[in-house]
T-cell receptor, first 117, second 113 residues
Framework: AQTVTQSQPEMSVQEAETVTLSCTYDTSENNYYLFWYKQPPSRQMILVIRQEAYKQQNATENRFSVNFQKAAKSFSLKISDSQLGDTAMYFCAFMKPDGGSQGNLIFGKGTKLSVKP | EAQVTQNPRYLITVTGKKLTVTCSQNMNHEYMSWYRQDPGLGLRQIYYSMNVEVTDKGDVPEGYKVSRKEKRNFPLILESPSPNQTSLYFC????????????FGNGTRLTVT
């Protein structure tokens, strides 16, 4: 069975600094997709970034980028120039290979990020 | 407005009293899922549905039932709720295909006493 591990339950960063959230996963599949979701205090779940395993290039979305290491099964999220609005719970997620939709995701336990002024 | 609507947002009930949490989407999505979120455990999938009349178990299906009689609705049924089902529940939907974003409802906070 696929598993997703986020080893940092909580992290904090100063505003404007850079922070990296860790995620590792376990799978025997070769083709799959990985995601980072953000959940602010409003409880809303927001997709931050997505990575296809067959792509060697790391995905980037504005201040958010990933470091995808397929051999190591590692998928970390880097947030540059942290802003107060980045304060949230961040979830790493793996899409099951037999699932044809993002509706079939396995989530990690989450990392609570606090951005301090 | 495209959205996933869950009701109720908050629910307090007693052990053994059957309840249903409704979920409806207006985007004609094929995929729908239910997750529960617990502190320190993240989101765990309860059930998912790939289309009408097609449902399958997720990682934590025990104590739950679902049905998908219509494309837009995917209710979560707790026949005999127990205190360990106290949790935050999310319904989500998407088109088929990995590039289709997952739309989440606003969550239902369930407390079983």
């Amino acid at each position: 069975a696929q598993t997703v591990t986020q080893s940092q339950p909580e992290m904090s960063v100063q505003e404007a600094e850079t922070v990296t959230l860790s995620c590792t996963y376990d799978t025997s599949e070769n083709n799959y997709y990985l995601f980072w979701y953000k959940q602010p205090p409003s409880r809303q779940m927001i997709l931050v970034i997505r990575q296809e395993a067959y792509k060697q290039q790391n995905a980037t979305e504005n201040r958010f980028s990933v470091n995808f290491q397929k051999a190591a099964k590692s998928f970390s999220l880097k947030i540059s120039d942290s802003q107060l609005g980045d304060t949230a719970m961040y979830f790493c997620a793996f899409m099951k290979p037999d699932g044809g939709s993002q509706g079939n995701l396995i989530f990690g336990k989450g990392t609570k990020l606090s951005v301090k002024p | 407005e495209a959205q996933v609507t869950q009701n109720p947002r908050y629910l307090i009930t007693v052990t053994g009293k059957k309840l249903t949490v409704t979920c409806s989407q207006n985007m004609n999505h094929e995929y729908m899922s239910w997750y529960r979120q617990d502190p320190g455990l993240g989101l765990r999938q309860i059930y998912y549905s790939m289309n009408v009349e097609v449902t399958d178990k997720g990682d934590v299906p025990e104590g739950y039932k679902v049905s998908r009689k219509e494309k837009r609705n995917f209710p979560l049924i707790l026949e005999s709720p127990s205190p360990n089902q106290t949790s935050l529940y999310f319904c989500a939907s998407s088109w088929e295909g990995v590039n289709s974003p997952l739309h989440f409802g606003n969550g239902t906070r369930l407390t079983v006493t």
